[in-house]
Structure formats: structure tokens, C-alpha cells
């Protein structure tokens, strides 16, 4: 899909969710982190004119989504801090949990010779 809802999105949406409950995070907190996290991807998308996973975006395109927030959009700060916080728990914590699975998962497999 170009600019609709991907598996790929599906499955970093639920970790999202996974991450945040064990950050003990509220279910609304979580739910609005999930909606702008899927704002971000989208404006990615459209700026890229193809889907890209969040690991292969730029500071520059956080940057400008943000941006587009402020100028365009013209959301209250609050809602801009929302949208911030979710990008800092999608950067910070699912993947670099997903990096660090990735980086045991090859220690322990090269260490059982498999």
C-alpha cells in the first residue's frame, strides 16, 4: 500500500502498544500515541511519495512533521508535545528495542553456531 495502513505499520503500531503498556502508560495515552505515530507515517509517506519504515526516515523528516504541525496544521502546544512524545517512545523505545532484540538474537545464534 502507498499511503494506507501496511502490515509492516500494523506490526510496529502493535509494538507500540506493547512498549507503552509496559511503560505503564494510560490506554488513552497510548491510543493517541498510536494515532499520531500513524499521522507521521502518512505525512512521510506523502512527502516520499512511497511508505517507509520509521528506521529509514530522517531527524529531517520529524523535523518537518512536526513543522507542518505548527504552520500548517496549526495545533495547540499541547497537541504538539502529544505528537513529540509519541515520536520520542517510537525512536527511543520500539526501536531501539527491536535493534536490540535484532543484536542478542545474532550474538546468541552465532554462540550456538545456528
Known sequence: MLFGICLDTMKLLEELRNVARRQGLADNTIDVYSLWVRHFLTFC???????????????????????????????????????????????KHVLADAIRRIIWESCFCSVRGG
Open 45 to 91: 509517506a506523502q512527502r516520499h511519495g512511497q511508505w517507509k519504515h520509521p528506521a529509514q526516515l530522517a531527524t529531517g523528516d520529524a523535523e518537518a512533521f512536526l513543522n507542518d504541525l505548527v504552520i500548517r496544521r496549526r495545533l495547540s502546544a499541547s497537541s504538539q508535545n502529544q505528537a513529540l512524545n509519541a515520536l520520542v517512545v517510537l525512536y
